[in-house]
Structure formats: C-alpha cells, structure tokens
C-alpha cells in the first residue's frame, strides 16, 4: 500500500492551494482516507476524511466552510482543497487511510496507512 500526498507550498494569507493523495496497492479497498496536519510543537491533527461507500465527509471545525475534501471516480485520488488559508493552517499535512467505515479524526491509531506528508506554509 502507497499513499502519495503532493501539493503543499508557501502560499500567502487568504491564497487557495490543493493537496493530492494518490491511493495505491490496496488489495482491499480503502473504507475511509482523512487528512491530518500536524504543525511544529503540537500534536497531530484531524482535518478532514471522505468516506468510500457513499463519499460523505467529515471536517474539524477548524477548517469547516473554507476545506473541501474530494475523491475522484476511481477511488485512487483523495484531493483537500484548501481554501481563505491562515498562518494557522501551516503544517505538515498527511494523508492516511482506514479499513473502517466508522472512524472519523479522532482515532489515529485507526488509520492503518500513511502518506509522507506535504508541507504547507501560510506566511505573508
């Protein structure tokens, strides 16, 4: 299993950016995929995650209205599509994947794969 996560830069105050995750080598087909970030000297953090089954999806509150998470039709792409970014939102953000249909942000340990992560800075 490969998680592939791209897209992160330095990008200014109110800018857009995109995250890719590229799904790979599951021989059972993921459940649930979630976007964590994780800025330095704090613990890491639920974002967003996008169900399977029926692609509903999740957000902390912290980023709710301005971060969409999508899944393309093959199921092998998660994107999280940034949006009114805050210096606040500078971190380094993972993707990771679950078998569960249940679990949400707040169960890591859940979450049995993990992307590399992709850095994201909000600076002026």
Known sequence: VQLQASGGGLVQPGDSLRLSCAASGFTLDWSTIG??????????????????????????????????????????MVYLQMNSLKPEDTAVYYCAASYSHTVKLDVIDLYHYWGQGTLVTVSS
């Open 35 to 76: 976007w964590f970030r994780q800025a330095p000297g704090k613990e890491r953090e639920g974002v967003a995650y996008i169900r399977r089954s029926d692609r509903s999806t999740g957000y902390a509150d912290s980023v709710k209205g301005r971060f969409i998470i999508s899944v393309d039709n093959a199921y092998d």
